[in-house]
Each structure stands twice: as structure tokens, then as C-alpha cells.
């Protein structure tokens, strides 16, 4: 069975630095690989996602991601951190050609002014 | 373009109470339709998915059932609310042609007291 692991509940940075949010993952077959991002007592919206080819993913609002195979990873990224970006953030997996989507327990993302 | 509605938004039951969650979408026809859960700190967890009318999936035994009376309509229902029903429920779909990307409502927050 699939799992998702997210390092850190919460992680906190400045205005302007870097966003570094971890996922890894296990599954037996290759995934689809998903970040979503959720604001306070809203659904949750796809920042970006990953099915097949380039590994290297950009999504919305500057952020991106790198599906590394030999790590089983798919950490999400951006350069430089905006107010705005304070959200709670989700890494899920899913197996092809299977309905279930398997959530990380999810990372709070607090950033200082 | 394609819109997914949830309502009520909020809802604050009496146990032993039964419940009732509506989710349509908008936009595209035949989707796959999906209830998830969110419970404070537990994550997100797939609690029913449908991919046409009348067809129920369940992933997890529990205190709910699902009902999808019409292409477009899924709904989740109790007959008795346990306080362990508390949570944020989440309705989502994606197109039935493929099994990636699942979009998300805006949710319905339910309490149960």
C-alpha cells in the first residue's frame, strides 16, 4: 500500500527565503505525486502535480517540485517566500488506474514578516 | 469551466441527530465523485468515491453512507451523528477518462455536540 510522509507539521520562514516543504512517499508501482495547498476553512487547491516526464514540475503562485525516483521524494519549493504563501500544504500520492488519494498528515507553513 | 459546490458550510448537530452533505459539480458530465474527511490533526482520509449513478464505493466502515441520486450529485448522509463525526468534509472530483487529478470544494465544517 502507498503512504506519504511529510517532514515537519510545522515549518516556519521569512518574508523572501527560501520554502522548502518535504514529502516522501512508498509505493510498490510509480505514482502520480500531488501538492495541494489549503487556506483556512477552504478546500484545498492544486499547486502542481506529477504524472509522467519532466521531473522538474512548476506550479502555481512561484512554486515548484522534483520527483526523484531513487528517493522516493517529491519535495516542494520556492525561491522567495510571500505573506501570502502561509497555508497549510498537502503531498499526496496516488497509483495509477486507482481511486484513492493518500494524503501526507499535512505541513503548516507560518512565514515572518 | 468547472465549479464544485458544497453546502451547507458550516453545521452544528446534536449527537444521535441524522446529517445530510451536498456536493455538486458543475461543468463536465460523468465524473468520479469523492467524500474525504479531515479530522483535526489526522489528516485527509477517503471515506467514499462513486464513478456513475448508484455506484458507492467505501473505503473505510463507519457511521456515514453515500447516496449519488443524479450524475452530478453526490451526498452523505448519517442516520445517528456520533461525535467522532466531527470533522471537515470535502467533496472532490476528477474527469472518469483519467485517474489523476482530483479537484476539491470548498467544504463543509460539521460539529457534532
Known amino acids: 500500500a502507498q503512504s506519504v510522509t511529510q517532514l515537519g507539521s510545522h515549518v516556519s520562514v521569512s518574508e523572501g527565503a527560501l520554502v522548502l516543504l518535504r514529502c516522501n512517499y512508498s509505493?510498490?508501482?510509480?505514482?502520480?505525486l500531488f501538492w495541494y495547498v489549503q487556506y483556512p476553512n477552504q478546500g484545498l487547491q492544486l499547486l502542481l502535480k506529477y504524472t509522467t516526464g519532466a521531473t522538474l514540475v512548476k506550479g502555481i503562485n512561484g512554486f515548484e517540485a522534483e520527483f526523484k525516483k531513487s528517493e522516493t521524494s517529491f519535495h516542494l519549493t520556492k525561491p522567495s517566500a510571500h505573506m501570502s504563501d502561509a497555508a497549510e500544504y498537502f503531498c499526496a500520492v496516488r497509483i495509477r488506474g486507482a481511486q484513492k488519494l493518500v494524503f501526507g498528515q499535512g505541513t503548516r507553513l507560518t512565514i515572518n514578516p | 469551466s468547472q465549479t464544485i459546490h458544497q453546502w451547507p458550510a458550516t453545521l452544528v448537530q446534536p449527537v444521535g441527530s441524522p446529517l445530510s452533505l451536498e456536493c455538486t459539480v458543475e461543468g463536465t458530465s460523468n465524473p468520479n465523485l469523492y467524500w474525504y474527511r479531515q479530522a483535526a490533526g489526522r489528516g485527509l482520509q477517503l471515506l467514499f468515491y462513486?464513478?456513475?449513478?448508484?455506484?458507492i464505493s467505501s473505503e473505510v466502515p463507519q457511521n456515514l453512507s453515500a447516496s449519488r441520486p443524479q450524475d452530478r450529485q453526490f451526498i452523505l448522509s448519517s442516520k445517528k451523528l456520533l461525535l467522532s463525526d466531527s470533522g471537515f468534509y470535502l467533496c472532490?472530483?476528477?474527469?472518469?477518462?483519467?485517474?489523476?487529478?482530483?479537484?476539491f470544494g470548498p467544504g463543509t465544517r460539521l460539529t457534532v455536540l
Open positions: 472532490a472530483w476528477s474527469v472518469r477518462a483519467s485517474t489523476d487529478t482530483q479537484y
Open positions: 509505493s510498490s508501482v510509480p505514482p502520480y
Open positions: 462513486s464513478v456513475g449513478i448508484g455506484q
